[in-house]
């Protein structure tokens, strides 16, 4: 049973404009959150996280968003550029570490 | 550090054979993490040890599915016997302590025929 979910399979965005990438969890004991990206034959890579302590965290041109009452989070990239053209996983787990329950990824295309 | 290291990258076998995966972690990290790609399920989480121990694997689908780590900088994954439906990218990670960001190799690609 997928306790995160990534509705969107695929995005695609002009580069230069905002890019918004949304992750739903349905486990309410998930504390900490990340996002990951992945390019093709390689092994996703860390971006950013969040701890449920906080709404918001922000590394450059990413930020992601936390809203604990409606179990969602969402990544803002801003610009978007080509090189962003990747998929994006969001991950979450309980008590801070441990394992990560993963989302299917949604594939970013950005277009020049 | 060259990161986790993760052999073969491909690997094809015929269906009953017995597959072996192996997997370098970063150097001084306790926890390594075991993950396997599908698309249907997505990254699901296998298996994972600290200190070389296994601690939950609860994620191992079946008995013919073993991990180990022999030692700090060692961990294999072995299927015997192998079937189609094992099919997936399998991915390893580790990370210096709980909690922390997961460091990934680039995977294993395994064909079962």
């Known amino acids: 049973d997928q306790q995160v979910k990534q509705n969107s399979p695929s995005l695609s965005v002009q580069e230069g404009r905002i890019s918004i990438l949304n992750c739903d969890y349905t486990?309410?004991?998930?504390?900490?959150f990340l996002w990951y990206k992945k390019y093709p034959a390689e092994g996703p890579t860390f971006l950013i996280s969040i701890s449920s302590i906080k709404d918001k965290n922000e590394d450059g041109r990413f930020t992601v968003f936390l809203n604990k009452s409606a179990k969602h989070l969402s990544l803002h990239i801003v610009p978007s550029q080509p090189g962003d053209s990747a998929v994006y996983f969001c991950a979450a787990s309980e008590n801070s570490g441990y394992a990560l329950n993963f989302g299917k990824g949604t594939s970013l295309l950005v277009t020049p | 550090d060259a990161g986790v290291i993760q052999s073969p990258r491909h690997e094809v076998t015929e269906m009953g054979q017995e597959v072996t995966l192996r997997c370098k972690p970063i150097?001084?990290?306790?926890?390594l993490f075991w993950y396997r790609q599908t698309m249907m399920r997505g990254l699901e989480l296998l298996i994972y040890f600290n200190n070389n121990v296994p601690i939950d694997d609860s994620g191992m689908p079946e008995d013919r599915f073993s991990a180990k780590m022999p030692n700090a900088s060692f961990s294999t994954l072995k299927i015997q016997p192998s079937e189609p439906r094992d099919s997936a990218v399998y991915f390893c990670a580790s990370s210096p302590v709980r909690g922390d960001i997961q460091y990934f190799g680039a995977g294993t690609r395994l064909s079962v025929l």
């Open positions: 486990n309410s004991m998930f504390d900490y």
């Open positions: 150097s001084g990290h306790d926890y």
